[in-house]
């Protein structure tokens, strides 16, 4: 069994270059990989790679950065993509507090309707949060039916308690830097049965790779981290940490 990258962006420019070789390599050395849309154009290009690569999935939605472009036409737009079978969830939806682009209660609103969209098409959501838990916790604590991810999980150990129950915690590669006590303690607390592997390449790049791009085949180094942090094996957070992304996703 190989990893996965439950979490990049294969279509951002600084693949321009070089975007058959990336995606090769996944190929050859990851299960599966999930590309995530955050605007209406990067939801297609997610599509349009799902569809002509059986080991590349999508994820669409509307970024709360990217918030203000959403409306009701789009809206129709994303639901008629998210019947897709390649369409695995909804995301990366939520809120940003720390770039602000639109007032928290716009973002709110779009957030509640992404998560009614998830719904009325049956599929689990992919949560973007930053400096937002406090609302985000009870945003989602009114969808009870819903669950998924929380992306590159930005939390306590004790909000992350009360997540696991209906949602995985997504743990990048900021595992890896030298300041990221608040992560390893959440890593150290919960089971690893809640723990899905991301890289959000080209963004958040491991050691040793800091200050590069970012790519999906990376996630090995996060998955080392997690099982030095675990005293486990790097076979058994493989399999775990694989099974977990397809449940996550419903795949297989
Ligand atoms: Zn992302």
């Keep these: 069994m190989k990893l996965v990258d439950t979490h990049c962006h294969l279509d951002n420019e600084q693949f321009d270059l070089d975007r058959l070789e ?10 599966f990989c999930v590309n995530i849309g955050y605007d209406l154009k990067s939801s297609e290009e997610s599509l349009k790679l799902a569809k002509e690569y059986d080991f590349i999935y999508a994820v669409i939605g509307i ?14 737009q994303l ?7 390649n369409v695995v969830a909804i995301g990366e939806i939520g809120l940003d507090y720390h770039w602000m682009t639109e007032p928290k209660e716009v973002q709110e609103e779009r957030f509640r309707k992404q998560l009614e969209l998830a719904r009325r098409v049956n599929k689990p959501v992919v949560i973007h949060t930053r400096d937002a838990m406090e609302d985000t916790v009870r945003i989602l604590k009114e969808y009870p039916d819903l669950n998924g991810v929380i992306h590159c999980y930005p939390g306590s150990i004790e909000t992350a308690k009360v997540l696991i129950d209906r949602f995985y915690l997504g743990i990048g590669g900021t595992l890896t830097f030298k300041n990221a006590k608040k992560t390893v303690e959440v890593v150290k607390g919960i089971p690893l049965d809640r723990i899905v592997i991301e890289t959000d390449s080209p963004y958040l790049t491991p050691i040793p790779f800091r200050g590069k791009r970012n790519e999906p085949i990376y996630v090995e180094h ?3 981290k997690i099982a030095t942090i675990k005293e486990l094996t790097l076979e058994e957070v493989v399999r775990i940490t694989t099974e977990n992304a397809k449940k996550l996703y419903r795949i297989g």
């Design 22 to 31: 990336v995606i090769n390599k996944i190929k050859e050395k990851l299960e």
């Design 222 to 224: 996060i998955a080392q």
């Design 63 to 76: 970024h709360p950065i990217d918030i203000a472009q959403y409306n009701d036409t789009l809206e129709k």
């Design 79 to 85: 639901e008629e993509m998210a019947k897709d079978s």
